[in-house]
T-cell receptor
Framework: QKEVEQNSGPLSVPEGAIASLNCTYSDRVSQSFFWYRQYSGKSPELIMSIYSNGDKEDGRFTAQLNKASQYVSLLIRDSQPSDSATYLCAVGPGKLIFGQGTELSVKP | DAGVTQSPTHLIKTRGQQVTLRCSPKSGHDTVSWYQQALGQGPQFIFQYYEEEERQRGNFPDRFSGHQFPNYSSELNVNALWLGDSALYLC???????????FGPGTRLTVT
């Protein structure tokens, strides 16, 4: 059974700080890795995808992948109250296996 | 550029009834996947359709079935509804062979 694990949180950070979200996965043959943001009562929104080891940056977001450690993370720099949401880690290929999500709260 | 659309937005059904949910993928996409998201949990994969065929299926009973039409839109059918089927049902569209999936707004199903 393929598994994706995330700390459920809540993770609370002050405005302007760096938020660090972590995810581990069990299936070594996983090839694609995604971070989705889900606001309360809304559907998940794709914010980052990463396919190879290392870092990928997009604006204030950086995804990091370490396939040897089966670990993927998301850093959010200069966190804003509007970043408060649940962040879902998902692993592919094909059908996506999701973690349970980490709730992030950014305090003004 | 139209995104993924789903209908209806909300639905209330009684135990034992049947329900049909609908999804239209994002323009240019040809693959539709369905997920079930219970409150406080991550989405769980139900099945995926491409070229009008079910290509992958998750750990869901046969009460869950689907269909894809020639215009790539899709339906999810659930028979003999249980209370435990109450959830947010999400449709995700993608291009076959490309893993990035984009979700629609979802259908909130409540079974009483």
């Amino acid at each position: 059974q393929k598994e994706v694990e995330q700390n459920s949180g809540p993770l609370s950070v002050p405005e302007g700080a760096i938020a660090s979200l972590n995810c581990t996965y069990s299936d070594r043959v996983s090839q694609s890795f995604f971070w989705y943001r889900q606001y309360s009562g809304k559907s998940p929104e794709l914010i980052m995808s990463i396919y190879s080891n290392g870092d990928k940056e997009d604006g204030r977001f950086t995804a990091q992948l370490n396939k040897a450690s089966q670990y993927v993370s998301l850093l959010i720099r200069d966190s804003q109250p509007s970043d408060s949401a649940t962040y879902l880690c998902a692993v592919g290929p094909g059908k996506l296996i999701f973690g349970q999500g980490t709730e992030l709260s950014v305090k003004p | 550029d139209a995104g993924v659309t789903q209908s209806p937005t909300h639905l209330i059904k009684t135990r034992g009834q049947q329900v049909t949910l609908r999804c239209s993928p994002k323009s240019g996409h040809d693959t539709v996947s369905w997920y079930q998201q219970a409150l406080g949990q991550g989405p769980q994969f139900i099945f995926q359709y491409y070229e009008e065929e079910e290509r992958q299926r998750g750990n869901f009973p046969d009460r869950f079935s689907g269909h894809q039409f020639p215009n790539y839109s899709s339906e999810l059918n659930v028979n003999a509804l249980w209370l435990g089927d109450s959830a947010l049902y999400l449709c995700a569209s993608s291009l076959w062979g490309v893993d990035e999936q984009y979700f629609g707004p979802g259908t909130r199903l409540t079974v009483t």
